[in-house]
């Protein structure tokens, strides 16, 4: 999902096929990539920012019927079931305050304005409202990082405990018995997965920019899912990948974050530092294979293919193309290679 300059007027609807398909990868990929993202739960992230996006729809004239409805299945995303731990209890109170957040930037922001700007703005007042009620509260800070660095560790045991139990089974015995290899191959396999604990801290300690990374992607998502339903626009639609671009200020955000990863001797700072580099980097690698995708311009087989080649050489490839796309994306900030060689074409899905 991506984002192009302000157009004078939304466009009509666009079609379900890609925002489908993105929407099942969205709520599917984080139970399978459960160290990667903070949510694993990303309806809870979803489904209020798209009853707070259609009571904004309702304040601007749009139908009641549809806002109290949102309204209540938003509000069954974050109550129901119970909150099964301090963990669940964060992540539920961070989906409410984002989509309050993303409704007041919406209601407040001129409607010509595009989403890139809007659902940073929603994630960074919501992560700002979070650190300033934790500082204020007792042992907040200290709560929220225990509580977070606890549930990754707790994601990436379950694995090695799961796995260690059936070792210990009659079954695997005897298929050890069967081909003694597999003896060997399954201790190695355990042994990796209790190393992992060490990976699950790193990832803890950018928990919060990806918290924010995946938040502006559920935002986006409503965005396009409200532009489907809605009946009274509230800015214009998503963008191609090829068009998406944003404010060329932005990139004080990555100056900001190399400046504090520096700071000698002050590890909340360099923490702080890390965290920014995460989501502008991200953000700027985005732009970046906006521009690849606009110098290639595949047709759907080549992108077909480009998909497969990406999945076959997941480890060689997605790391190569990131790094490209990100000094792409830092370079278009002064280049701008799309606006130079041809007026950029009206903003679409």
């Known amino acids: ?31 399978l990539l459960a160290v990667f993202v903070p949510v694993t739960e990303p309806h809870r992230l979803l489904l209020p920012a798209m009853a707070a996006l259609m009571i904004v729809g309702w304040l601007a004239g ?54 890139v700007g809007r659902g940073i703005a929603a994630a960074g007042l919501t992560m700002l409202v979070v650190l300033v009620l934790a500082g204020v509260s007792a042992g907040g800070p200290e709560l929220i990082d225990g509580t977070v660095r606890k549930e990754y560790a707790d994601r990436i045991a379950v694995p090695a405990t799961v796995w260690e139990t059936y070792l210990a089974s009659p079954e695997w015995a005897k298929q050890v018995q069967q081909s003694p290899a597999l003896g060997e191959a399954g201790s190695s396999f355990l042994e990796q997965l209790r190393a992992l604990p060490a990976i699950a801290a790193s990832y ?73 580099l995460v989501c502008f980097g991200a953000l700027y690698a985005l732009r970046g294979l906006g521009v690849l995708w606009w110098f290639l311009n595949p047709g759907r087989a080549m992108t077909a293919l480009l998909a497969v080649v990406m999945i076959v050489a997941f480890p060689v490839a997605v790391p190569a193309v990131l790094s490209l796309a990100l000094g792409l994306g830092v370079i278009d900030t002064w280049l701008d290679w799309r606006t130079r060689t041809r007026v950029t074409p009206q903003s679409s899905e």
Not at 70 to 85: I, K, M, N, T
């Open 62 to 115: 749009g139908s009641l019927a549809l806002a109290g409805a949102w309204a209540l299945v938003g509000a069954a995303a974050v109550l129901w079931p119970a909150p099964s731990g301090t963990f669940d209890t964060l992540q539920r109170a961070w989906a409410v305050l984002l989509a309050g957040g993303f409704g007041l930037v919406i209601a407040l922001s001129k409607p010509s304005r595009p989403f």
């Open 1 to 31: 999902m991506a984002d192009a300059a302000p157009a004078a007027e939304p466009r009509a609807r666009g079609g379900w096929g890609l925002l489908t398909a993105a929407l099942v990868a969205f709520l599917l990929l984080p139970y």
């Open 204 to 276: 803890a300690t950018i928990a919060p920019a990806m918290l924010v990374l995946q938040s502006v992607l559920a935002l986006a998502l409503a965005w396009a899912l409200y532009h489907r339903t809605g009946r009274v626009p509230l800015g214009p639609p998503l963008a191609r990948l090829r068009d998406f671009r944003f404010s060329d200020e932005l990139v004080w955000g990555l100056v900001a974050g190399f400046a504090l990863v520096v700071l000698p001797e002050a590890p909340r700072a360099r923490l702080l530092g890390t965290n920014v």
